[in-house]
Structures are given as C-alpha cells and as structure tokens.
C-alpha cells in the first residue's frame, strides 16, 4: 500500500516561496514507476490539477495559473516529489495535496484528480499579507 505524505506548507505573505515535499513509502516501492500530481483545494472550492509529473522522462503539466512560478520535480532515489512555488499570490492560498498512480514508467501524464488512486493528506498554504 503507497503512502504519500505532504510537508513543508505554512503561512506566507504576497511574493514569497515555498517549498512543498511529497515523501512515499511503502512495500517495494519504485517512485520511477509512478506519476504524480499536486491539488489544492482552497475552501469552498473543487480540487484543481496544480501540476503533475509523468513516470518516465520527467514530463510536466502546470495549471495556467501558477506557469512560470511554480516548479515540480522528483528526486526518484529519495521517493520524494517537490513543488517549488515561488511568487506566492493570495489566490494560491489551500490546502496542497499530493497524488500517486502507478503507470509502469510510462510518460503520460494526466493531471485530473479521477486519474490517481492514492492521496495524502494535506498541507495548508496560506498567502496573506
């Protein structure tokens, strides 16, 4: 069973940056054999797609709003995945999740949240000034 869990979130003001983490586990794990997608949710919201990772080949996909300010990526041997946000907006403000689903290295990647199976739980980003 793959376990995802988030940190790094916390309370900024407008233009800051954060650095969020994505630590799996779990028996035999191969983090390479995974995409992986950040949400938000922000409060009476829907869940959004922020960016998304493919298995192979590192293929990226970024929600419109946080193009050129926020940066995925995944350090395969740490089974950590990490979202730089840089430039942080009020609007940004949520709680950030992590998801996981097992696509056997392929280099697709879909960032809709139907698309994976396995979620942690949550951490709040918060930008106010």
């Known amino acids: 069973q793959l376990q995802l869990v988030e940190s790094g979130g916390g309370s900024v003001q407008p233009g800051g940056s954060l650095r969020l983490s994505c630590a799996a586990s779990g028996p035999g794990l191969i983090l390479g054999h995974y995409a992986i997608g950040w949400f938000r949710q922000a409060p009476g919201k829907e869940r959004e797609g922020v960016s998304c990772?493919?298995?192979?080949?590192?293929?990226?996909r970024y929600i419109g709003s946080v193009q050129g300010r926020f940066t995925i990526s995944r350090d395969n041997a740490k089974n950590t995945v990490y979202l730089q946000m840089n430039n942080l907006e009020p609007e940004d403000t949520g709680v950030y999740f992590c998801?996981?689903?097992?696509?056997?290295?392929?280099?697709?990647?879909?960032?809709?949240?139907?698309?994976?199976?396995?979620w942690g739980r949550g951490t709040q980003v918060t930008v106010s000034s």
């Open positions: 990772i493919s298995a192979r080949d590192d293929i990226t």
């Open positions: 998801a996981a689903e097992l696509t056997l290295g392929s280099n697709y990647v879909i960032c809709e949240s139907k698309f994976y199976s396995s």
